[in-house]
C-alpha cells in the first residue's frame, strides 16, 4: 500500500533510522539555471563534497510538466558528476553568446545538460514515479536530494537543502577542514539575515517581474531598489571596517574577509550570490529591473560579487550564463512570449 506525500524534508544523520552519511550514497539532481538549485550546488563544492555526492544537471528547459534530462552514452561521463561543475560545459571568457536558432528541444550532452548515469532517465518525474511505496501528490520540486540505496528522495526543498550539506557530513574525512557556513557564534545574525533576505531580494526580483499591472510592478520596483540599498549598504560597512585594519591600499587582503558576516563566507553569502549574478544578464532586462543595474550603480554589492567569482571556484564553476539565460527566456513564456533570449551584456559579469 501507498502513501500519499506532498513534500519531501528528511535529514542526514548518523542518528537518523534510514539516510545516514554515507560516501556515495546520494546524488544531486539540479538545475543550472535555477538560483536555488545553486545554492545547494555551491555549498556542496564549499563543504568538498564533490567525491561524496555526485550531481546531474537537467536540460536548461523548464516544460509544462517536467524538467528533463539529456540523453546520451552515460559510458562518457568518467568522473565529471564528481567535479564541480558536475560535467556541463561553461561558455568560455564569460561574454555573452549568440544563440542563433537553438531549438527548445537541442541536446548535445554536457552543454544543454548532463547524462544520468544512475538510471539513464530523461525527465524528473521518472524518480518521483520509481519511488516504491510512494503516491506523490505535490509538483516536481527541485532540486533534489536522491537516495541511490533506498531510490526514494531524501529531502527537495531548495531551502533545506544547503543546511542539510552544511551539516550531516561533518564527520567524513573530505569535509574535515572545511568552513562551517552557519557558525554558532553568528547563527543568530545569519539566520535573520536570510529570513530577511529571502522576500525581499531572493524573491523580490520575482514579484516585480511577474507583475502584470503597472501599480504592482512600480510599487514593488521602487521597494526592492531600497532593499537593495540596504544590502550595499551592509556590504560598505563590511568594507570600510576592513579598510580600517588592513589599509585602504590593502585591497587583496581585503577581498579575503570580505564576506557579509565576521569575515568568513556563510550561508548568507551564497544566498544572495544566486540572485545577484543573475542581475544584469537576466533580472535587469527579462524582469524590468534596469533601473539601477549591479556593475553601475552598485559599487560594493559588485565588488563582493567579482570577488566571490573571480576568487572562488566554487562560486565560478557553478555559474553557467548560458544555461541561466535560456532557462528564463525560453522557460517562462508569460513574461516573454516569444523566447527571445537578450543578447547582452557583452559581459556577463566584470573583471576584477
Not at 533506498?150 to 544547503?162: A, C, E, F, G, R
Request: net charge negative; charged share 25%; proline share 4%.
Amino acid at each position: 500500500m501507498s502513501s500519499k506525500v506532498a513534500q519531501f524534508e528528511q535529514t542526514i544523520s548518523k542518528d537518523h533510522p534510514i539516510y545516514k552519511p554515507e560516501k556515495g550514497r546520494y546524488w544531486l539532481y539540479l538545475s543550472a539555471g535555477c538560483p536555488f538549485a545553486q545554492r545547494t550546488w555551491i555549498t556542496r563544492a564549499v563543504k568538498n563534497l564533490t567525491d561524496v555526492i555526485g550531481v546531474t544537471v537537467v536540460h536548461w528547459k523548464l516544460d509544462d510538466l517536467s524538467w528533463k534530462l539529456v540523453s546520451g552514452d552515460a559510458s562518457k561521463l568518467s568522473d565529471s558528476p564528481h567535479s564541480i561543475d558536475g560535467g556541463i560545459i561553461s561558455s568560455k571568457n564569460d561574454s555573452s553568446t549568440l544563440f542563433g536558432d537553438l531549438s527548445d528541444n537541442n541536446e548535445v550532452p554536457f552543454v544543454d545538460g548532463t547524462v544520468d548515469p544512475n538510471y539513464g532517465i530523461t525527465s524528473i518525474k521518472e524518480l518521483y514515479d520509481m519511488m516504491p511505496n510512494v503516491e506523490y501528490t505535490g509538483t516536481h520540486e527541485f532540486p533534489i536530494l536522491w537516495d541511490l540505496k533506498t531510490k526514494t528522495i531524501v529531502n527537495n526543498n531548495w531551502d533545506q537543502l544547503p543546511g542539510i550539506l552544511n551539516s550531516a557530513f561533518a564527520d567524513l574525512p573530505e569535509t574535515q577542514g572545511t568552513i562551517d557556513l552557519v557558525p554558532a557564534s553568528i547563527s543568530k545574525e545569519v539566520n535573520e539575515f536570510n529570513e530577511w533576505l529571502s522576500p525581499h531580494i531572493n524573491f523580490g526580483v520575482y514579484e516585480v517581474g511577474l507583475a502584470t499591472k503597472q501599480g504592482v510592478y512600480e510599487k514593488n520596483l521602487v521597494q526592492f531598489y531600497k532593499d537593495l540599498d540596504t544590502v550595499e549598504e551592509k556590504l560598505k560597512t563590511v568594507y570600510k571596517s576592513l579598510e580600517k585594519e588592513y589599509g585602504s591600499d590593502n585591497q587583496e587582503e581585503i577581498l579575503k574577509k570580505f564576506f557579509l558576516f565576521n569575515g568568513q563566507l556563510t550561508e548568507s553569502d551564497i544566498r544572495l550570490f544566486a540572485t545577484i549574478i543573475r542581475f544584469d544578464p537576466v533580472y535587469a532586462i527579462h524582469f524590468k529591473l534596469n533601473w539601477k543595474t549591479i556593475r553601475n550603480d552598485y559599487n560594493y554589492i559588485h565588488l563582493w560579487l567579482r570577488n566571490l567569482y573571480w576568487n572562488h571556484k566554487e562560486f565560478s564553476a557553478t555559474t553557467n550564463f548560458n544555461h541561466i539565460k535560456l532557462l528564463y527566456y525560453r522557460s517562462q513564456l508569460e513574461v516573454n512570449p516569444n523566447g527571445l533570449v537578450v543578447y547582452g551584456p557583452e559581459k556577463d559579469i566584470l573583471e576584477l
